[in-house]
């Protein structure tokens, strides 16, 4: 396994088009998350899982956006009706849990390459 | 709420010490990250604290203080490649990051 990979790694749509985006993590992570980057700043939490359970989202991400990861293994980021504000960076990260005490802490994050979303 | 705070831009010369610094403040802890991040590319992880003190990973050290929320980086014998951004990022379960240290190293 060579990493994390995401696909498309450029996608550029027209405002109101439907975009999906999707992440394939290191195969023994059961962690995925999605973040959203813009130039200057670091990234931006969205949403996260472990295995196929989508365990938290961001407040700031609006119900245009949604993620799936069907069978625990590949994720996929969803934005309907684009809006120009949505053109940045996305990044996919995995990573492996491990118990002390019964308190999953994360192991480091492996990131993809990320795809770059711009919305004319 | 979250916060973490880390200074925005930083310049240095090469073959010089750096310590870019973070500070922060969070609901939940479990560890603090380091990443760095060329322009156009992926974080790549360098370091994690999760206990009170200094971690050293040959060039790089990375300091921890719990009780002070707060934590830096030390860059040691710089070279023209440590040009990048640096990433302070928390644990709470999820990584929330800060905004991200811009280092430039001039000749």
């Known amino acids: 396994d060579t990493g994390v990979s995401q696909n498309p790694r450029h996608k550029i749509t027209k405002r109101g088009q439907n975009v999906t985006f999707r992440c394939d993590p290191i195969?023994?992570?059961?962690?995925l998350y999605w973040y959203r980057q813009t130039l200057g700043q670091g990234p931006e939490f969205l949403t996260y899982?472990?295995?196929?359970?989508?365990?938290?989202k961001s407040r700031l991400l609006s119900d245009r956006f949604s993620a799936e990861r069907p069978k625990g293994s590949f994720s996929t980021l969803e934005i309907q009706r684009t809006e120009q504000g949505d053109s940045a960076m996305y990044l996919c990260a995995s990573s492996s849990t491990t118990g002390t005490g019964g308190i999953p802490t994360n192991e480091k994050l492996f990131f993809g390459s990320g795809t770059q979303l711009s919305v004319l | 709420g979250q916060n973490i705070d880390q200074p925005t831009e930083m310049t240095a010369t090469e073959g010089a010490i750096v310590q870019i610094n973070c500070t922060y403040q969070?609901?939940?802890?479990?560890?603090l990250f380091w990443y760095q991040q060329h322009a156009g590319e992926a974080p790549t992880f360098l370091s994690y604290?999760?206990?009170?003190g200094l971690e050293e990973k040959g060039r790089f050290s990375s300091f921890l203080s719990r009780s002070k929320g707060y934590s830096y980086l030390l860059l040691k014998e710089l070279q023209m490649k440590d040009s990048a951004s640096y990433l302070c990022?928390?644990?709470?379960?999820?990584?929330?990051f800060g905004t991200g240290t811009r280092l430039q190293v001039f000749p």
């Open positions: 195969s023994e992570h059961n962690r």
């Open positions: 604290n999760v206990l009170d």
């Open positions: 969070t609901s939940g802890f479990n560890g």
């Open positions: 990022a928390v644990d709470t379960d999820k990584l929330i």
């Open positions: 899982f472990q295995n196929e359970a989508q365990l938290e």
